[in-house]
């Protein structure tokens, strides 16, 4: 018999995709477009509500969102909230979530958000420049 006393956190794929895309800024359509010609905005609404999600699908999904992998497998509340607190001691790990998360992210949080204000404005102007082709071939 095996006792385990440590609770065991679920950790929900599809809420971790769907935090990260709205923090991102991209909407279910965008990401449904980016998915492939098989993707809609009703399946995506629908993979965010899975818990768990296929690894090929979350590759994917990783590598439009530019978001590490493990992220979506690994982030949970209690991370989020751990993490954040880093910032507000004087220890030197800023930057970093803990190994007890099993997330090894090591990023300068300023940096990241830079960068995904700079690809967000990337994807902006692509998006215009193809409603502006879209008008023109009309």
């Not at 509340?77 to 190994?99: K, L, P, Q, R, V």
């Amino acid at each position: 018999m095996i006792h385990d006393d440590m609770p065991h956190k679920k950790i929900h794929q599809g809420r971790n995709i769907k935090r990260f895309r709205e923090m991102l800024g991209i909407k279910q359509e965008a990401l449904a477009f980016e998915l492939g010609d098989d993707w809609n905005q009703k399946k995506i609404s629908l993979l965010e509500q899975k818990e768990t999600i296929e690894a090929s699908i979350l590759s994917q999904v990783a590598k439009i969102l530019k978001v590490p992998v493990e992220a979506f497998e690994n982030f949970d509340e209690e991370a989020a909230i751990a993490y954040i607190n880093t910032f507000n001691d004087n220890s030197s790990n800023h930057g970093t979530i803990g190994n007890n998360y099993n997330c090894q992210l090591t990023f300068n949080p300023l940096d990241k958000m830079v960068e995904l204000y700079e690809r967000m404005l990337q994807q902006q102007k692509e998006m215009i420049d193809k409603l502006e082709k879209l008008i023109q071939g009309k």
